[in-house]
């Protein structure tokens, strides 16, 4: 099993690679997502909360996947023209992945080697928060919204 998140690297939504340990120092939460959940419009605060915090040590990660009903049907050129078009996301995403089950990125199968069955997402954009050293800091369910307080409050203690 991996030490810590910079073992790991995705491919990325509009070609090249983004790997983890580009991000040392930085905290990262990386998140699952969808283009047509009732969640999406948590794209919105992501994207704020990367403006507000990116400068301070944080980096957004989408990472969109179609495990959870479909809601993520389309090609990775569509994915990335809906999130500028309607959220003008501008924080860095993954191709399309799986986020559960055997055939999971091995991140996501890492995270919930690390943390427990309980951490595995349960739906669209469930998130991971990585601390600066690449540790995993904990999970936080799908309807925990970008701003929320328990989010926010995990984020302000691994930001640096």
Not at 48 to 54: I, M, S
Not at 83 to 93: A, I, K, L, Q
């Amino acid at each position: 099993m991996a030490d810590n998140a910079y073992s790991f690297s995705f491919p990325a939504l509009k070609g090249g690679t983004i790997s983890l340990k580009d991000f040392a120092g930085k905290s990262v939460l990386v998140v699952n997502t969808a283009s047509k959940c009732g969640l999406t419009p948590q794209y919105a605060g992501l994207e704020a909360l990367h403006r507000a915090k990116g400068g301070k040590g944080l980096v957004v990660l989408g990472v969109p996947s179609n495990d959870f009903g479909g809601q993520e049907p389309g090609s990775e050129a569509e994915v990335a023209q809906f999130c500028e078009t309607n959220y003008h996301v501008s924080f860095p995403m993954t191709a399309k992945q799986q986020v559960v089950g055997g055939d999971a990125h091995p991140f996501y199968r890492w995270a919930v080697e690390t943390l427990g069955a309980d951490a595995a997402p349960r739906w669209n954009f469930h998130k991971y928060l990585i601390g600066p050293k690449g540790e995993l800091v904990g999970y936080f369910g799908s309807k925990t919204a970008p701003d929320a307080a328990e989010l926010a409050d995990a984020i302000d203690k691994v930001v640096v």
